[in-house]
């Protein structure tokens, strides 16, 4: 199994200015991915972040907005820039393991932009 | 394109009822991963099964049942019993991708609430 941390768990930010979320895995992995949960809604891929190459980002979100980082094998960031309100979410990483089934997904990151 | 769709928005039971909950999915893979997941109120995701495509098996563990059947594109799960405990969004989703050994990115249906009252 994989234990996975956050950070910051919430924030409270002012629009137009910008958030880096921190996650944190407990053992190497090749692949992370990023999610966004808005209030209510399901679980949309922002993008695919993997280690020694540039992320790979879903329809409708870009890396000017939400550029990542990953400069190892067990942690990656992801940054929300230029905040709006819409941005308000939260946000998870999760990892598949290697020889593993599961994917395994952090506690989220709940980001409330005013 | 890859879809799954959960149908049932809400659901609200009493405390040892049966419910299903149903999910529908669509992909032009022949090789994909069918998963659920639970949020409780508390906001973290539990891992509750993953299938693959060639296991058509249903499972039971527990309360929690699941029935996979390719000719409907349906993964249905079935909590008996059901508890308060019970009380959550159920999400459930689909991947079509294995890299090397780990899972892929999943696609996400919508969820469904299901609130269960003592």
């Known amino acids: 199994s994989a234990v996975i941390s956050q950070k910051p768990s919430r924030d409270i930010c002012q629009r137009g200015t910008s958030l880096t979320i921190q996650c944190q895995v407990d053992?190497?992995?090749?692949?992370m991915f990023w999610y966004r949960q808005q209030p209510g809604q399901s679980l949309t891929l922002i993008a695919t972040?993997?280690?020694?190459?540039?992320?790979?980002?879903e329809s409708g979100f870009v890396i000017d907005k939400f550029p990542i980082s990953r400069p190892n094998l067990t942690f990656s960031t992801l940054t929300v820039s230029n905040m709006s309100p819409e941005d308000s979410s939260i946000y998870l990483c999760?990892?598949?393991?290697?020889?593993?089934?599961?994917?395994?997904f952090g506690p989220g990151t709940r980001l409330t932009v005013t | 394109a890859q879809k799954v769709t959960q149908a049932q928005t809400e659901i609200s039971v009493v405390e040892k009822e049966d419910v299903t909950l149903d999910c529908v999915y669509e992909?032009?893979?022949?090789?994909?991963?069918l998963f659920w997941y639970k949020q409780p109120p508390s906001g973290e995701l539990v891992f509750l099964i993953r299938?693959?495509?060639?296991?058509?098996q249903n499972e039971i563990s527990g309360r929690y049942s699941w029935n996979f059947q390719k000719s409907t594109s349906s993964f249905n799960f079935t909590i008996t019993a059901s508890q308060v405990v019970d009380s959550a969004v159920y999400f459930c989703?689909?991947?079509?991708?294995?890299?090397?050994?780990?899972?892929?990115?999943?696609?996400f249906g919508k969820g469904t609430k299901l609130s269960v009252k003592p």
């Open positions: 999760s990892v598949g393991l290697a020889n593993s089934y599961e994917q395994y």
């Open positions: 053992s190497q992995v090749t692949m």
């Open positions: 972040a993997n280690q020694g190459s540039e992320a790979t980002y």
């Open positions: 992909t032009r893979d022949t090789t994909y991963y």
């Open positions: 299938r693959n495509s060639f296991d058509e």
């Open positions: 989703a689909l991947s079509e991708d294995f890299y090397g050994g780990s899972q892929g990115n999943l696609i």
